[in-house]
């Protein structure tokens, strides 16, 4: 069983930065796709950015040039460092990961595509 906590949310001013981290249990993250997604308050769930298991990134448009995902393989935990933070990015964010091992270099930006969720972390940008 894969399980995926969160952690590093808080509230901070539009400008600021953050980093969640996303710990997990069960898989070895370095061999294996991950996920950001984010929702906010009476929206869907909204795809943030992926890195495969290869490390190809792929982020949304609304985040790309200001988060940057990473991961470290020998704390099995993926990072989203968060800059330049904008009222409009205030959300619930979650880690996801797939339910299986993909061995070619995927892009997946579906809530669908992904079985494993955590428990989301709140971010609020004031402005």
């Known amino acids: 069983q894969v399980q995926l906590v969160e952690s590093g949310g808080g509230l901070v001013q539009a400008g600021g930065s953050l980093r969640l981290s996303c710990a997990a249990s069960g898989r070895t993250l370095s061999s294996s796709a991950m996920a950001w997604f984010r929702q906010a308050p009476g929206q869907e769930r909204e795809f943030v950015v992926t890195?495969?298991?290869?490390?190809?990134?792929y982020y949304a448009n609304s985040v790309k040039g200001r988060f940057t995902i990473s991961r470290d393989n020998a704390k099995n935990t993926v990072y989203l460092q968060m800059n330049s933070l904008k009222p409009e990015d205030t959300a619930v964010y979650y880690c996801?990961?797939?339910?299986?091992?993909?061995?070619?270099?995927?892009?997946?930006?579906?809530?669908?595509?992904?079985?494993?969720w955590g428990q989301g972390t709140q971010v609020t940008v004031s402005s």
């Open positions: 996801a990961a797939p339910s299986r091992i993909y061995s070619g270099d995927y892009f997946f930006t579906e809530p669908s595509d992904y079985a494993y």
């Open positions: 890195i495969t298991w290869r490390s190809s990134t």
